[in-house]
T-cell receptor, first 112, second 115 residues
Framework: AQSVTQLGSHVSVSEGALVLLRCNYSSSVPPYLFWYVQYPNQGLQLLLKYTSAATLVKGINGFEAEFKKSETSFHLTKPSAHMSDAAEYFC??????????FGKGITLSVRP | NAGVTQTPKFQVLKTGQSMTLQCAQD?????MSWYRQDPGMGLRLIHYSVGAGITDQGEVPNGYNVSRSTTEDFPLRLLSAAPSQTSVYFCASSYQTIRSGNTIYFGEGSWLTVV
C-alpha cells in the first residue's frame, strides 16, 4: 500500500524567496514519486518525477526535488519564487498498475 | 494527437439523474483511470482499467460504473447522482504501468455539480 503526506494546506512566500513544499511517502515497493501543479480551473501538469535514477530530480519552471530514502521524503524546492508559481501542488506515489496515490495538496501563494 | 479528451467540461445535474462522463485517448494506451478531486482531499482513484474488458475498483468506487469495451474509451457512469458526487473528475492514461517509466497523461477535467 502507498500513502502520501503533505503537511499543511497553504504556504505563503515572498517573491524571490525560497519555495519548499514538503512531501513524505510510504510505499510497500520501491517508490516512483511525482509532483504535479494545478493552476486555478485547469488540469494537472507534471513538474517532475523520480523513477529510481538520480536522487536529485530537476523539473520544469526551475523546480527540483530530492529523494531521500532514509527520511521517506521527496520535498519540492525552487530557489526563487515567482508570482506565476502561485498554484496548488500535489505529491503522488505510484503503486501497481499505474495507480497514483495523491497527497491532499498544498496551495502556494506568492506575495509581491 | 489529441491526448486524453474528456467531455463534457462542465455539467450540472439534478439529484437522481444519471449521466456519463466520456474519456477517450488516441495514444493506444492500455492503462486508463478515473480520479475525483475534492477540496482538501487531493485526487482519489475511482476506477481503473488495465486493458479492454478489464476494470477494477479504486479507492472511492461507490455510485460509479465503468466499462472498457475498446482500448480508446473509458466512460464513467453516474447511476443516480447525489450532491456528494459534486467534484472535478480527471481521466488519465498511460501506455503501461508507470513503474516502467511511462508517462501518465491527464485529461483537462470535468466539473460536475449535483443540485
Amino acid at each position: 500500500a502507498q500513502s502520501v503526506t503533505q503537511l499543511g494546506s497553504h504556504v505563503s512566500v515572498s517573491e524571490g524567496a525560497l519555495v519548499l513544499l514538503r512531501c513524505n511517502y510510504s510505499s510497500s515497493v520501491p517508490p516512483y514519486l511525482f509532483w504535479y501543479v494545478q493552476y486555478p480551473n485547469q488540469g494537472l501538469q507534471l513538474l517532475l518525477k523520480y523513477t529510481s535514477a538520480a536522487t536529485l530530480v530537476k523539473g520544469i519552471n526551475g523546480f527540483e526535488a530530492e529523494f531521500k530514502k532514509s527520511e521517506t521524503s521527496f520535498h519540492l524546492t525552487k530557489p526563487s519564487a515567482h508570482m506565476s508559481d502561485a498554484a496548488e501542488y500535489f505529491c503522488a506515489v505510484a503503486g501497481a498498475n499505474s495507480k497514483l496515490t495523491f497527497g491532499k495538496g498544498i496551495t502556494l501563494s506568492v506575495r509581491p | 494527437n489529441a491526448g486524453v479528451t474528456q467531455t463534457p467540461k462542465f455539467q450540472v445535474l439534478k439529484t437522481g439523474q444519471s449521466m456519463t462522463l466520456q474519456c477517450a485517448q488516441d495514444m493506444n494506451h492500455e492503462y486508463m483511470s478515473w480520479y475525483r478531486q475534492d477540496p482538501g482531499m487531493g485526487l482519489r482513484l475511482i476506477h481503473y482499467s488495465v486493458g479492454a474488458g478489464i476494470t477494477d475498483q479504486g479507492e472511492v468506487p461507490n455510485g460509479y460504473n465503468v466499462s472498457r469495451s475498446t482500448t480508446e474509451d473509458f466512460p464513467l457512469r453516474l447511476l443516480s447522482a447525489a450532491p456528494s458526487q459534486t467534484s472535478v473528475y480527471f481521466c488519465a492514461s498511460s501506455y503501461q504501468t508507470i513503474r516502467s517509466g511511462n508517462t501518465i497523461y491527464f485529461g483537462e477535467g470535468s466539473w460536475l455539480t449535483v443540485v
